[in-house]
C-alpha cells in the first residue's frame, strides 16, 4: 500500500515539473484550451457536490438552532412538567367527587370529637379544565377542637380550600362555638388530568 502510494507521490510530482518547465518555456497559452474544456465539468461537479451539501448544511444549522433553543428552556420545562405531576397527585380522582368531601368532613370531625348539625347538598362548577365542588358544613365544638379541625383540612396534602367560614359563640355551652363552613376541593374533569391523592 505505502509502494502504490509513493509511485502516486512520484507521478504528481513529475506532472507538477512537467507543468512548470511547459509554462517556463511557452507561457499559460498551451493550458487555455484545456483549462476552458475542464472548466464546465468543474462547474457541474462544483455545483452537483457542494449544493446538495450547502442546503444540508443550512438544514442542520437551522436544526442545530432549534434544539438550542429546547435545550436552552429544558429546566423550565422539566420543572413546569414536575410541577404539573405533583398538582395531579394533589387532586382526587373524578369518579370520588361525588363522595369525597363528605368523606374528608365526617372523617376528620371525627378525629377532634365534633359533630355535624347540618351538613348541605354537594354543588358542582365547572371552571375550564377543572371541576370546583363545594359542600356546606354546621358543626359546634369548643374552639380548640375547631382550631385543630379546620387546620387540619387546610393543611391536607389534597387541594382543600375553605371558600367561606363563619363563626359564633354558642348561646346554650359559653365554651363552646358554633362554625358554618364551605369546604372546597378542585377536580379535573378530562381523565387525562387524572389525579390520585390518598
Given at each position: 500500500?505505502k509502494a502504490i502510494?509513493?509511485?502516486?507521490?512520484?507521478?504528481?510530482?513529475?506532472?507538477?515539473?512537467?507543468?512548470?518547465?511547459i509554462?517556463?518555456?511557452k507561457?499559460?497559452?498551451?493550458?487555455?484550451?484545456?483549462l476552458?474544456?475542464?472548466l464546465?465539468?468543474l462547474l457541474?461537479?462544483?455545483?452537483?457536490?457542494?449544493?446538495?451539501?450547502?442546503?444540508?448544511?443550512?438544514?442542520r444549522?437551522?436544526e442545530?438552532?432549534?434544539l438550542?433553543v429546547?435545550?436552552a428552556?429544558y429546566?423550565?420545562y422539566?420543572?413546569?412538567?414536575?410541577q404539573?405531576t405533583?398538582?395531579?397527585?394533589?387532586?382526587?380522582?373524578?369518579?370520588d367527587?361525588?363522595?369525597w368531601?363528605?368523606?374528608?368532613?365526617?372523617?376528620t370531625?371525627?378525629?377532634?370529637?365534633?359533630?355535624?348539625?347540618?351538613?348541605?347538598?354537594?354543588?358542582?362548577?365547572?371552571?375550564?379544565?377543572?371541576?370546583?365542588v363545594?359542600?356546606?358544613?354546621?358543626?359546634t365544638?369548643?374552639?380548640e377542637?375547631?382550631?385543630a379541625?379546620?387546620?387540619?383540612?387546610?393543611?391536607?396534602?389534597?387541594?382543600?380550600?375553605?371558600?367561606?367560614?363563619?363563626?359564633?359563640?354558642?348561646?346554650?355551652?359559653p365554651?363552646?362555638?358554633q362554625?358554618?363552613?364551605?369546604?372546597?376541593?378542585?377536580?379535573?374533569?378530562?381523565?387525562?388530568?387524572?389525579?390520585?391523592a390518598?
Amino acid at each position: 500500500m505505502k509502494a502504490i502510494l509513493n509511485k502516486i507521490k512520484d507521478s504528481l510530482t513529475e506532472m507538477r515539473d512537467d507543468v512548470l518547465v511547459i509554462y517556463a518555456e511557452k507561457g499559460a497559452l498551451p493550458f487555455k484550451k484545456p483549462l476552458l474544456m475542464a472548466l464546465p465539468a468543474l462547474l457541474i461537479a462544483y455545483a452537483g457536490v457542494y449544493s446538495p451539501s450547502s442546503n444540508s448544511l443550512r438544514e442542520r444549522r437551522i436544526e442545530s438552532a432549534k434544539l438550542k433553543v429546547i435545550s436552552a428552556h429544558y429546566a423550565e420545562y422539566m420543572d413546569v412538567q414536575n410541577q404539573r405531576t405533583e398538582l395531579r397527585r394533589r387532586m382526587p380522582l373524578p369518579k370520588d367527587k361525588d363522595e369525597w368531601l363528605g368523606y374528608i368532613l365526617t372523617s376528620t370531625s371525627k378525629n377532634h370529637g365534633l359533630t355535624f348539625e347540618a351538613l348541605s347538598q354537594q354543588e358542582e362548577r365547572n371552571a375550564g379544565p377543572l371541576i370546583l365542588v363545594s359542600r356546606g358544613a354546621s358543626v359546634t365544638g369548643t374552639y380548640e377542637q375547631v382550631g385543630a379541625w379546620l387546620a387540619e383540612m387546610e393543611n391536607s396534602k389534597i387541594f382543600l380550600k375553605i371558600t367561606s367560614l363563619q363563626m359564633g359563640k354558642n348561646p346554650a355551652t359559653p365554651t363552646s362555638v358554633q362554625v358554618k363552613i364551605v369546604l372546597s376541593i378542585v377536580l379535573p374533569r378530562d381523565a387525562s388530568l387524572t389525579g390520585g391523592a390518598v
